[in-house]
């Protein structure tokens, strides 16, 4: 069904739902690529307006990708919780835009089931990026594995202590240095130069001693492709959290090399392995804007909405971390700070709408229009919009990816500015072994035992 | 931190990650935000500086060579950040200059911008020069050598294609990392037509002075092209095992057991 929105003596028409939603999203370059972006500012403008007057019943109806050739399609459909929507089904996603902004943290947990992820996209289009602060700060998803993620008021890092070459001192290294800045509680996460299973099962051992000989509350992660991880598993490594790529179509994720039916078998596997005292949340997803356009899967849909299928597809592994990496993929997709900035703030509001503890890898490569100061105001947002967690790499700077994150500096300068504390497990660890005072605070001077305690790398 | 001053050093030393860097408050010391801040200008720099087509075609032709600018569809720096398929077609003008030029040849060799012209400017005269011996005693048919504007490392294969040769070797400016503005790539494709695939190419990456240098690039070169004339194949299938060889102009090694791997 074609919709239509008059304008003065203009009539816009946008042939279907996926037509209207890409031409009412924020310009980006990667819908341009696609050739799915709204071709100026005032057909942009018009199917704003028309897109906030269509029934959220109606998107649920009409799915952009249908059923029989999708099955991130089914899995959205199937999985729907028809109780949680009956609270929102009368409303248009305009409507919904303004329930939002003043619904309570329980009516947003309560209603996250019936969100499909073309719902959330629909109305992040028409919100603005204080709607998508304000909104996304309210929503409350805690998950557990050695500790606990995503408790009002804190924000977690991933320590990311990646190496060219996986050179295990290296590596132990950039460790201890992402401890001694006070960084660590979301995971400490590697992501490996090589993919052999011995390669990962050396990390996977490797993290385990550094989580053990400092008895950490935390978990680790290789950031390996799935079938990696499970032939690790099956070989009685240490696998805490299983990570995978993921996105929004079933044909890009077979270019990831997954499907469905392989994430719920390394679930299973990581759950039946009960590594985490505290709870059993066990997957780690990533995602990010225009990996289902670079790899000829996006079904004409924009890139921002297929990101939020990926949220659905995590959704349903209960993950303890979900990251969009959202500069990451170059400025083809996302071309300068400003699209940037969008992009992740869209991101971690569709996520939490959805329920999923979203984090945010703030960063960006060297061709894109994007610097530090960029990423700055990104960061300070997102700590403002209760981010879940964000990235901890050694002065920013990836020496194995190439491209630039956070750093742990900027994780004190968020807690230092807006008053957010870590994990209380690692939080409390932190002040055991005398790194940080009563206020959380880092001492001067008191990374010594930590450094010293490290017998690898002695002299 | 002063005081664990020497452990801090002990550490840098095991990694090139920015660690021990030190903190003022809850930011970093002016020095290492000036360093980032001159790294990353750069490998900015890298990306938007153009090339300097004039000076490389006379450096090409000093050499011995013929040579010829092209021109790929995207117009401008910025268009072509945006938009990579138009960095991979050749200007309509350009394709009717490279068939009036047509071989067949066995190999063309295709200079390219990318995303460092820095890298361009820096490292391919010197490949090209060391690999020219290669050539004369492997007594290959070369092309015209062909300096790219704006150009993706698919725009090879229809430059290739365009002058019928047998293979294209892309020496293009790879994405530059926050400490390697100035990092060469060269992608080797047979059979160059428009519509190849990435894991259709074999890749010698990092060919700079601090990584790869000209002189073992160009031996790279000259090892997976014999290899790929003789069993008229790159990509997956073909690995790069010219660290195993002693001498150049190596036999071309048997067909791996492996199967490919799509990229």
């Not at chain 1, 997709?333 to 503890?357: N, T």
Request: charged share 20%; with cysteine; glycine share 10%.
């Amino acid at each position: 069904m074609a919709y239509r929105h008059v304008v003065g003596p203009r009539t816009h028409a946008f042939a279907d739902l996926a037509a209207l939603m890409a031409k009412a999203t924020p310009i980006r370059s990667g819908d341009r690529l696609a050739g799915v972006a709204a071709e100026s500012a005032e057909e942009n403008a018009a199917a704003r307006w028309c897109l906030a007057e269509v029934p959220l019943a109606e998107i649920l109806a009409r799915p952009l990708i249908p059923y029989e050739r999708d099955d991130v399609t089914r899995l959205i459909l199937d999985t729907h919780d028809a109780g949680a929507f009956a609270e929102i089904r009368h409303l248009t996603v305009g409507d919904f835009r303004e329930v939002l902004l003043t619904a309570s943290s329980e009516t947003l947990a309560r209603i996250a089931p019936g969100i499909t992820p073309e719902i959330a996209a629909a109305v992040s289009k028409i919100m603005r990026n204080q709607d998508l602060i304000s909104v996304a700060r309210k929503c409350r998803v805690v998950t557990r594995f050695r500790n606990t993620i995503g408790l009002p008021g804190t924000l977690a890092v991933r320590l990311q202590p990646n190496h060219p070459t996986d050179d295990p001192k290296g590596i132990t290294a950039a460790i201890l240095d992402g401890l001694a800045l006070g960084c660590g509680d979301a995971v400490i996460g590697i992501n490996p130069a090589s993919d052999s299973v011995q390669a990962i099962g050396d990390l996977l051992q490797l993290l385990d001693a550094v989580i053990r000989r400092h008895a950490i509350p935390t978990q680790a992660c290789v950031l390996t492709h799935v079938t990696t991880t499970l032939a690790a598993m099956e070989q009685g490594l240490p696998v805490d959290l299983v990570f995978q790529s993921i996105a929004g179509t079933e044909k890009a994720n077979a270019s990831f090399g997954v499907t469905l039916s392989l994430l719920k078998e390394a679930h299973e596997a990581a759950l039946a392995l009960k590594r985490g005292p505290r709870g059993d949340n066990c997957m780690y997803f990533e995602t990010g804007q225009g990996s289902a356009l670079s790899a000829d899967a996006h079904h004409g849909i924009d890139q921002q909405t297929l990101e939020a299928r990926a949220y659905a597809v995590a959704r349903v592994f209960r993950p303890l971390l979900v990251n969009t990496v959202v500069g990451f993929i170059g400025p083809e997709y996302l071309y300068d700070g400003k699209e940037i900035i969008r992009a992740g703030l869209e991101d971690h509001f569709c996520g939490k709408l959805m329920g999923v503890p979203l984090g945010v890898d703030v960063c960006y490569t060297n061709h894109a229009e994007a610097d530090q100061d960029d990423m700055d105001t990104l960061l300070t947002l997102l700590g403002a919009a209760g981010c879940t967690y964000i990235m901890g790499v050694p002065g920013a700077d990836d020496v194995m990816l190439n491209y630039q994150s956070t750093s742990f500096h900027d994780s004190l300068y968020l807690r230092e500015v807006l008053g957010l504390k870590r994990a209380p497990e690692f939080e409390m660890w932190l002040q055991e072994i005398g790194l940080t005072d009563g206020a959380g605070a880092l001492i001067q001077g008191a990374e010594t035992p930590l450094l010293t305690a490290a017998p690898d790398l002695a002299a | 931190m002063s005081d664990n001053g020497p452990i801090w050093a002990r550490l840098a030393g095991l990694t090139p990650a920015r660690i021990g860097l030190g903190r003022a408050g809850s930011g970093m010391p002016t020095r290492e935000v000036l360093r980032f801040g001159l790294d990353h200008a750069q490998a900015r720099d890298a990306v938007h500086t153009p090339l300097d087509a004039d000076e490389l075609l006379g450096k090409i032709t000093d050499l011995g060579f013929t040579a010829l600018p092209v021109a790929s569809q995207a117009p401008d720096r910025a268009t072509y950040l945006r938009r990579p398929d138009l960095g991979r077609r050749l200007a309509a003008e350009d394709y009717a200059v490279l068939k009036d030029r047509a071989g067949p040849f066995d190999l063309a060799i295709v200079i390219a911008d990318g995303l460092s012209a820095r890298a361009v400017h820096e490292n391919a005269v010197p490949v090209l020069a060391a690999f020219k011996p290669y050539a004369e005693t492997a007594g290959w048919a070369l092309s015209p050598v062909v300096v790219a504007r704006q150009a993706r490392v698919a725009l090879g294969d229809a430059i290739g294609g365009a002058l019928d040769a047998r293979a294209v070797a892309v020496l293009i400016g790879e994405r530059p990392g926050l400490s390697s503005p100035d990092s060469l790539g060269i992608y080797l494709t047979f059979g160059p037509r428009v519509g190849r695939s990435d894991a259709e190419r074999n890749c010698i990456s990092n060919v700079r002075a601090a990584g790869l240098t000209p002189d073992r690039a160009a031996f790279k070169l000259n090892w997976l092209l014999g290899c790929a004339l003789h069993l008229g194949l790159t990509g997956v299938t073909l690995k790069d095992e010219s660290d195993r060889v002693a001498i150049a102009g190596c036999e071309a090694p048997p067909l791996p057991e492996r199967p490919g791997t799509p990229a």
